[in-house]
């Protein structure tokens, strides 16, 4: 591996079952991409991980948790909630839900930032996530950290730490499933209904 350059995510072939990834195999991908941040920022020092509401937060917390029994250490861990800064924003309805952005006592001047979400698609969701936290301060680095990056990019953002590197056919997504919200932790292939994109 040449300097400066990360490890390619790894490659998972197309599969005929919905569930690319149970949960053994994505906690084993969490491990090796918690493993990835430490060695990228070289330790924990001034480190804070910022998962986007409502997946990446929960990966962030379980990224949290391998690296503070890694380090031991207490990593400072934030949301961020993006409804207000998306370009979208007329389309996920009249009144739309917004959460709160939820930033560590520490704060995030000055800090190395990692910015936590599931499947990195377009680019348009870290998009208003930067947007949403330069608005808190100024950190000294911002990376951004996904379980799933597939084709699709619309905008020139790219994945520093990836866990699987998929691609999906035409009617297919890809969906981190998460214990809080789906009572299961995996990454499935779900074909699209006409009409429900």
């Known amino acids: 591996m040449r300097p400066g350059h990360p490890p390619s995510p790894t490659q998972v072939?197309?599969?005929?079952?919905?569930?690319?990834?149970?949960e053994a195999a994505v906690r084993r991908t969490l491990s090796r991409m918690a493993r990835e941040i430490i060695e990228r920022v070289g330790g924990h020092e001034g480190l804070v991980l910022m998962g986007i509401r409502r997946r990446g937060d929960k990966l962030a917390a379980l990224l949290k948790a391998d690296i503070d029994q890694a380090e031991g250490c207490d990593?400072?861990?934030?949301?961020?909630?993006?409804?207000?800064?998306?370009?979208?924003?007329g389309a996920v309805g009249t009144i739309?839900?917004?959460g709160e952005t939820e930033i560590p006592v520490t704060g995030i001047e000055g800090r190395t930032v990692v910015i936590v979400d599931d499947v990195l698609y377009t680019g348009r969701t870290v998009r208003a996530?930067?947007?949403?936290l330069m608005d808190w301060g100024r950190p000294?680095?911002?990376?951004?950290?996904?379980l799933v990056e597939r084709d699709?990019?619309?905008l020139p953002i790219q994945a520093d730490v990836?866990?699987?590197?998929l691609q999906a056919l035409e009617g297919e997504r890809l969906e981190v499933r998460v214990p809080e919200l789906d009572g299961r932790l995996a990454v499935e292939r779900i074909t699209i209904e006409e009409g429900t994109a």
Do not use: F, K, N
Request: net charge negative; charged share 25%.
């Open 152 to 154: 699709g990019r619309e």
């Open 96 to 98: 739309p839900e917004v």
């Open 75 to 89: 990593l400072p861990l934030g949301v961020l909630d993006i409804t207000l800064y998306r370009d979208d924003i």
């Open 162 to 165: 990836a866990g699987a590197s």
């Open 129 to 132: 996530a930067l947007d949403e």
């Open 140 to 146: 000294s680095r911002i990376l951004l950290c996904v």
């Open 13 to 22: 072939p197309m599969q005929p079952s919905p569930e690319v990834l149970d």
